[in-house]
Nanobody, 115 residues
Framework: VQLQASGGGLVQPGGSLRLSCAAS????????MAWYRQAPGKQRELVAGITSGGSTNYLDSVKGRFTISRDTAKNAVYLQMNSLKPEDTAVYYCNQVSPGGLTYWGKGTLVTVSS
């Protein structure tokens, strides 16, 4: 299983970014997909997740600003991030969990929110 995340970068406060994660090597449609992030000196935290059926969950601090979505035809999951704040600065990781509980991580993509 490979998860390839992309889309990170430097953005000013209030700006937007869209992260993408391309998955391969598994039956994408049945897996739970999520985005986590880890800021310097902090623990990794769940930002947003989406089930195979399309149900979503979000970290409270990103509700209303971030949207997770998935495209089964492209084996991809996305994280649209709007109204970005400096506290959103972190390395963002794509995560996949199979129905059997197998967990996979992609390499992170750095998001820096700064003026």
């Amino acid at each position: 299983v490979q998860l390839q995340a992309s889309g990170g970068g430097l953005v000013q406060p209030g700006g937007s970014l869209r992260l993408s994660c391309a998955a391969s090597g598994s039956i994408f449609s049945i897996n739970y997909m999520a985005w986590y992030r880890q800021a310097p000196g902090k623990q990794r935290e769940l930002v947003a997740g989406i089930t195979s059926g399309g149900s979503t969950n979000y970290l409270d601090s990103v509700k209303g600003r971030f949207t997770i979505s998935r495209d089964t035809a492209k084996n991809a999951v996305y994280l649209q991030m709007n109204s970005l704040k400096p506290e959103d600065t972190a390395v963002y990781y794509c995560n996949q969990v199979s129905p059997g509980g197998l967990t996979y991580w992609g390499k992170g993509t750095l998001v820096t929110v700064s003026s």
